[in-house]
Structure formats: C-alpha cells, structure tokens
C-alpha cells in the first residue's frame, strides 16, 4: 500500500489529454446511443459497464464496427460460469477485423509491422502486403485440407512470418497455437501433442544474445512425435534449406491473393495458449474469435488509447499471451514493432534503443526489465529521444514503487506509467491502463471496463482497502470457452471456480482501494501467512530487490509437521557481493522496517540462480513442494523450467532438512 507521503499522484493527465482520449469520446457517444452516465468520469463508465454488461458489450460491437455476418440474436444468452453464451448467433471473422485497414487506399502503403533484430535493421511491412501474404497463405492453408477447428501451430520467434501464419490461420477458421524456439523439444510437446496439430510452421533457429541457434533437430524431433501433422513449413531465417519433406515458406505466400475470410460462430475458438505448466501438463486454455476481438478492442483501443498513428512495442516472445495481445493492435490500425532478440544485447538498454528507433508511442515490457535497467543505472531519457513514448506499460509481475519512480524521473516526467495485470487464462487484464486517470505509485489505475473485479475475504465477502482474493463476479468474453482435452469442463471448473462457485478466482492477492485503483500482492497459493497476517511474496520482492547487492529473490512460507513454520529467503546476488552478516542483518531490517516484523525470514539462503518459468516468472509453489520432500518428478514439470539444474539446490536442501 502507498504512504500519507506518497497520495498525491504521480502522474496526472491535462484536460487536453482526457479530451482526446478515445474512452472519453466512447463514454459520450455511449452516453447518447446507450444511456451511459455523461457525467462522473471513468468510475461511472467501469460502473455502467458491469452493471449493464449487455448494453456494454452491445456499445463496444457497435464503437468499433465489429461486422457480424450473420446477426446475434441477443448479447448475452446463459451467462452462468463457467459456460456463459456470448452474442449466440453471430458470425464473424477476425482476421477480416485485424487486415481491414488495408481496404484504405490511404493506408495500404504504410506500415502494419515494423520488424527489428539484434542487428536493429528494421524491415517494414505494409498493410497490403500483410494482407496479400495472408491472403496467399490462406489459400494455401484450403488447399492442404485445413478446415475450420483443425490446429495450426507455430514454433517461431517474434518475426512477420508468425504474424502472417496466425493471421491466415484465423482466416480460414483453424485455431492457432504457438511456442517460441528458445522452448525444447519436450516443453513443445507437452503443448502441442494435447491439440494435435495439423500444420507446422517453424523456423531453422533464431538469433538471441548475438548468437545463432540452430533448431534443426528439434524440429525433426517435433515432426517425429506429432503424428498428426499433414504438412511443415520451413522459414529460413538462418538461411538453411527446407528438410526433406517441407515446404518452403516464400512460396506459400508469393501469390497476391485478397484473402477469403471464413465465417464463424462467435464462440468458435480462435487459439489454444497455455498455462506454466508448473506441476504437471500445461493447462490447453481454448479462447474464441468473438470473445477475443472484442476484448482486445477495448483493452487496445479504449485502455491502451492506441489508433492508426501510434506505433505498439511489447517486449515478447511467441510462448506468452503477450504476443497475442500485441498482434490485436493490428485491430485498431495500429502498427506493430516486433522485436526479435535478447532484452539485453549488446546491454540492458536494447528495449529503449528499439523504442527510439522505431519511435514506439506505447512501450511494454516487464517489471523485471525496468528494475534491471534502475540496478544498471541507465538513463534512457537522456540517452535516447523516447520523445514519442506516451506511456510505459509493465506486465509479468507487480510493478515496484521504485519502478514507478525511475520511469517517472529516468524516462520523462510527464509520462503515463501504466502496470496491468490479467492473465494467460483471459489473454487481458483485470486491471490497469486507464488514460484519463491519475497514476499513484505501487498501484494499478483501476479495473477495466466490463470486469467486474473485486477482493474478496474467504467467505466471499468483497473488501476495501484490505487484501483479499482477485475475484471476476461477471463474466467477460475472452474468459475460455473450454480447455482442450476436458470433455467434462471438470479441470476447467476446479481451476477457477472451486473455491466460489460461480465466482472466477484467480489466484492473485489484491487490494482495491478506496479510490478504485488495485494493488497486486502475488499469488495467493505462495501466500506467507505467519501468525495469522498474510502478505504476498510479491511485497518482500520489492522491499528486499531494493538492495543493490541483491539480484533477485524467492520466498517461500512453509507448514511444518509439528505446526511450526518455517520461512526461508533465497538469494541471488549481484556481482561481487557476498552474504555476509551485515547483508543478513540488512536485509532482515529492511523488511522489518518496510513491512511487517512477523515477516522477517527465518533464514537467508544464498543461490546460484531463481528459477522460472519459460515465461519468466519465479517459480514459488514447486520449490515449496521440494522443500517439503516432493521428489523433482513429482513437484515439477521439468519442460516447464527455464534452469532445471536451479532446482536440484532446493532437493539437495530438502534432503538435508530431513
């Protein structure tokens, strides 16, 4: 939570700014055609969107010309959850929404993509061209017998090709999955042999870190255990020939073909992401067309306020749901900067040295990239001409208070820090970027319109100004429609809803303040709950990265047999720092002093390294399973990790405890 010091915003957007916003514009013509309130700001308009949530989403259709083939018989039909009918009757296409700008002779010259590599050449692609390369491929997608619902996968990096793959994909009704190349070949597998893909583009390897890495004989080894496949297609970005058998990828796509949008339910899946996949099989999370296009219109053009001038950067790769986010900017006329690369070559200023290049408006990123770039002591305001960046948004894990700060005083004062937070299961956010709002530091501006978010105590009731569950009481349309390989919804229901029926949990702690803005505390099944106080491993986090002999950090709250609890913080230090007791004693006082003296660790255990997800998150809940003398088979789904070797100092720990 903030501070009395700390109350007054950090940043606040002039009356120009709210004026010509695209929220605020949406609110007045919601307010004339729908009866939105006219009056009250964005916490009127949040209101009106969960209580009216028909009338909402119908405004949202309408505000963004969401062009139904055939027409919906009602927005809403059965909106129980899991399992609510979103616009039954519709049809739709979304691709045809994401290539529409191309129709304007205005625009079909300019740029949809922006390409840029470790090398920073940068390779634009026009809107006609995307359009014509989708259109080509899809074609040739028919031709191979991909019909509507059969999976078409990708194991690509962040590069045009995969943009286009998707795209015709969508095109033609099939449901698109994709894993980045830095994945081996049993992480991949573990996603892809669950949906039994038909079709797989892949690229020979990837550049990262000013090295090339050769995927051949991962990809031999894909084809081998992927029975399923009809047809791979080869993209030779380190300049290798198609193996025997593939297709090669500029012939696919050669023809100027306007592409065929196929017609599709609503509720027709468009893609299948996954979930960490921590402890077991990565969860195969089915979101569908409608659901998704209609999200991702508001988060991108309402939430994100991004138009055909902006240019969108997130540093992302393929295997996130970050990826997908980005790709919907092309539904807004937005053009998109893909970035292929290492966040850190040739050093950590590699994300702002593409932003100025490509003179990104909205730059993404993590919150462990901004704290990196504050430890290393960069000035990118200074270094680089961020003149056009109008806002810095952060996902992946709660954004700091010190992070707020630096961006504040190290990227430009005037600037619109927007930390969001949603997830994988949603590909959206709960909360986060509201451009007519003031930021205050370590919290999220508010939760997005149509969620109706809210911290709830065990019992189910909602708290203010306190930490409790992350609840969605409504549903929102990008929720899944199902996972794969689930017939009976059971895994799909014990995952969200087993704690309040009916009621979405996610899985987070949060605070909502009594301003509307939320707080993200971490997950709430790595909770630290000593002597009955509970805090969010994401909190001891922030106090204890504070330190600048100290890398990063794992806390881990552990039940003991004989009902003691045991508390113990790992860490990865910064070069030529050593664990001596002063740093223990520091580090100690630190989060007594910031936090809560109940949570001062029992121990402080020096690492070689913080394990994490392929995604990059700390992984908390298998190395509390070590911990307690789960065997590594067992506590961990090994292709789910970024160092498995990482984890055997934790087994080896757990054996000594014994």
């Given amino acids: 939570m903030t501070s009395a010091a700390e109350e007054a915003p950090l940043w606040q957007p002039g009356p120009d700014r709210i004026a010509a916003a695209a929220v605020t514009r949406f609110q007045s013509w919601a307010a004339e055609h729908h009866g939105a309130p006219a009056e009250g700001g964005y916490a009127s308009l949040h209101r009106w969107s969960v209580d009216e949530l028909d009338t909402f989403w119908k405004a949202v259709a309408e505000w963004f ?39 304007d002779p205005l625009r079909a010259d300019a740029p949809a993509l922006l390409h840029v590599d470790e090398t920073h050449t940068q390779v634009p692609v026009s809107w006609s061209r995307l359009r014509h390369q989708v259109g080509s491929l899809a074609a040739e997608l028919r031709a191979l017998g991909v019909t509507p619902g059969d999976r078409v996968s990708g194991y690509l990096p962040n590069i045009p090709q995969a943009v286009v793959a998707f795209l015709a994909t969508a095109a033609v009704g099939g449901v698109w999955t994709s894993c980045a190349p830095d994945f081996g070949a049993r992480s991949v597998l573990d996603r892809f042999q669950q949906v039994e893909p038909v079709v797989l583009f892949t690229a020979d390897g990837y550049r990262y870190g000013g090295k090339e890495h050769h995927r051949a004989d991962t990809v031999a080894e894909l084809r081998r255990e992927l ?50 996949g921590t402890t077991g099989l990565p969860k195969a999370i089915v979101q569908s067309q409608g659901g998704i296009l209609l999200e991702h219109f508001k988060q991108i053009g309402l939430h994100c306020d991004l138009g055909p001038e902006d240019r969108f950067f997130w540093y992302t790769s393929t295997g996130w749901m970050m990826w997908n986010f980005l790709v919907s900017g092309l539904l807004t006329g937005t053009t998109l900067v893909l970035y292929d690369g290492s966040p850190g070559f040739p050093d950590v200023s590699a994300q702002w040295r593409v932003a100025e290049q490509t003179g990104a408006t909205l730059f993404g990123t993590s919150a462990a990239y901004v704290m990196a770039c504050r430890k290393a002591d960069v000035h990118p305001g200074r270094d680089f001409d961020l003149s056009r960046i109008q806002c810095v948004a952060t996902t992946g894990s709660p954004l700091p208070p010190d992070g707020f700060r630096w961006l504040h005083d190290e990227v430009a004062d005037d600037l619109w820090i927007a930390s969001v937070s949603g997830g994988t299961d949603v590909c959206s956010c709960f909360a986060g970027a509201v451009p007519t709002l003031p930021v205050h530091i370590g919290e999220l501006q508010a939760a997005c319109l149509g969620t109706d978010l809210q911290s709830w105590d065990p019992e189910g009731r909602p708290l203010t100004d ?34 309040y029926p009916g009621t979405w949990r996610h899985g987070d702690w949060i605070t909502i303040t009594d301003r509307g803005s939320v707080v993200i505390h971490g997950r709430s099944d790595s909770t630290l709950n000593r002597q009955g106080v509970r805090m969010g491993s994401a909190d001891i986090y922030e106090a204890v990265e504070r330190l600048p002999e100290i890398r990063e950090s794992l806390v881990i709250g552990l039940e003991e047999p004989d009902g003691g609890y045991w508390m113990p913080l790992f860490v990865h230090l910064a070069e030529g720092a050593a664990l001596d007791d ?19 660790p ?19 809940v298998p190395v509390k399973r070590l911990l307690q003398g789960t065997a590594l088979a067992k506590a961990v789904n090994p292709g789910s990790i970024d160092n498995l070797e990482l984890l055997h100092f934790y087994e080896e720990l757990a054996r000594k405890r014994r």
């Fill in 65 to 103: 010309d969401v062009r139904f083939s055939a027409p919906y018989e009602t927005v809403i039909g059965d909106r129980t959850m899991p399992g609510a009918e979103w616009f039954p009757g519709a049809t739709l296409n979304y691709a045809e929404h994401a290539l529409r700008t191309a129709e």
């Fill in 466 to 499: 306190e930490v409790g569950e992350l609840v969605v009481t409504r549903p929102m349309p990008s929720m899944p429609i199902r996972f794969w390989n689930d017939p009976d919804g059971s895994r799909y229901r014990d995952s969200y809803f087993e704690t």
């Fill in 227 to 276: 029975p399923t496949l009809r047809a791979v297609v080869h993209i030779p970005l380190l300049g290798t020939d198609a193996p025997e058998g593939a297709l090669d990828w500029s012939a696919l796509t050669e023809a100027a073909t306007e592409p065929v949008f196929e017609q599709v339910p609503f509720d027709h899946p468009l893609w299948v992401l996954y979930s960490s």
């Fill in 582 to 600: 002063a740093l223990r004693d520091s580090i100690k006082r630190t989060i007594r002093e910031n936090l809560s003296p109940r949570h001062v």
């Fill in 602 to 620: 029992d121990e402080v255990i020096e690492v070689p390294g913080i394990p994490h997800t392929l995604t990059g998150k700390r992984i908390e």
